[in-house]
Nanobody, 121 residues
């Protein structure tokens, strides 16, 4: 199983980024996006089930972040709008071998390598 996260970069406050997570070697899975800011623990952000149902793990991103997936491409996306400096972190995608997302964020079975998002003017 391999997960490849991409799309990070430097963006000004209020800007947008779209992260991608390409999955291979796994057919039936939910995907979660997590982030880890410098000096902090990794935290869950959003998760999407096999049928496209989203579960938010962070209230602060509601209304700004959305998650979707293209099962034909085995890829999930995290659309981040109205980015804030506090969103700065390494963003990781993870895959679970279950179809549904857990109610609360918990470690995924498989992880990608992370992509850095920096929000700064």
């Amino acid at each position: 199983v391999q997960l490849q996260a991409s799309g990070g970069g430097l963006v000004q406050p209020g800007g947008s980024l779209r992260l991608s997570c390409a999955v291979s070697g796994l057919d039936y899975y939910s995907i979660g996006w997590f982030r880890q800011a410098p000096g902090k623990e990794r935290e869950g952000v959003l998760c999407i089930s096999t049928t496209g149902r989203a579960t938010f793990y962070r209230h602060a991103v509601k209304g700004r972040f959305t998650i979707d997936r293209d099962n034909a491409k085995n890829t999930a996306y995290l659309q981040m709008n109205d980015l804030r400096p506090e969103d700065t972190a390494v963003y990781y995608c993870g895959a679970s071998g279950t179809s549904q997302c857990s109610t609360y964020a918990r470690p995924m079975a498989y992880w990608g390598q992370g992509t850095l998002v920096t929000v700064s003017s």
